[in-house]
């Protein structure tokens, strides 16, 4: 069995115990939730709640079936976070209006990941900063089927199921996810 | 996979190994809760499925009885449907009568 210090290795879907796979998920599942929700302690929440689902709902399943379920609890865990967050912004939000005069859709003061400039980024030529910040700013659809797609390495037929959407938009988010950040960072990856 | 993607992808799996102490520490943490956590019971799992199909039946049952009583009830007011034998027997006995008293008048 790893240790907590292994690098979070790796896609294999063989038969393993359910603890070896949490170890080998844990950071790459993390890293998407706070990527996803721009904060650290909700990141942790997500990852906390979508671990002990599965290790109560899912335990007993197949191993090969542990890593799109997890994906799609965890999505669906960050989707829970962002539209708790937009109920309590559209609740409260005028107050901070009231102090601050901002005229700003209250989504977009929300999470902070994509108010990192992927141009201000590339300058300073820390290209994987730059790519977190590229991807943070992607539309959220898009932005989990390239999590899923490239980071992950899920099949297509697996980030529909973890995405809960057909195979066929699967392919056109991830398409439209990897034009977009190739003209964002193209300067990077040459 | 063309290169970008496989150059994205080993970016970001780089940065996996790039998490401070700290970060790593509660998510061991919140993965030994995880596991410590008894797998829920298989009905617990079907909660949501065994609720449905009992709501499902409530409102079959709703709707099915005040049906069931509309076919039941007379076809107009004051006009009981009957069944039951003792009043055809009954009436065949005032039947008789009336005939009879009918037969003595004559």
Request: hydrophobic share 40%; aromatic share 6%.
């Amino acid at each position: 069995m790893r240790a907590d210090s292994d690098g979070a290795d790796d896609s294999g879907t063989g038969a393993m115990d359910i603890e070896a796979f949490l170890r080998s998920i844990e950071r790459r599942g993390f890293l998407m939730a706070r990527l996803a929700l721009g904060n650290e302690d909700d990141a942790l929440d997500a990852m906390q709640d979508t671990m002990m689902r599965l290790v109560q709902r899912y335990a007993n399943r197949p191993s090969a079936e542990w890593r799109p379920l997890f994906y799609r609890m965890l999505h669906n865990r960050i989707t829970d976070t962002r539209r708790r967050r937009a109920i309590s912004s559209r609740l409260f939000g005028w107050l901070e209006r009231r102090d601050d005069d901002e005229t700003q859709d209250p989504l977009e003061r929300i999470a902070d990941p994509a108010a990192l400039d992927p141009g201000r980024i590339a300058a300073s030529n820390e290209t994987a900063e730059a790519l977190m910040a590229a991807v943070a700013a992607l539309p959220q659809r898009q932005q989990q089927a390239f999590m899923l797609r490239c980071w992950e390495g899920l099949s297509t037929a697996e980030t529909a199921t973890a995405m809960g959407c057909t195979e066929g938009s699967v392919k056109t988010h991830y398409s439209r996810a990897v034009h977009t950040l190739r003209g964002r960072l193209g300067e990077h990856y040459a | 996979m063309n290169s970008f993607e496989e150059e994205a992808r080993a970016t970001l799996r780089a940065r996996e190994n790039t998490l401070d102490g700290t970060t790593l520490a509660r998510l061991g943490a919140a993965r030994r809760a995880a596991l410590a956590t008894p797998a829920a019971p298989w009905w617990r799992l079907h909660v949501p499925a065994l609720g449905g199909a009992a709501l499902a039946v409530a409102v079959a049952v709703a709707v099915l009885m005040p049906m069931q009583e509309q076919l039941r009830a007379p076809t107009r007011a004051g006009e009981p449907v009957v069944e039951d034998p003792q009043f055809y027997e009954d009436l065949d006995f005032y039947m008789w009568l009336s005939e009879s008293e009918m037969g003595s008048h004559g």
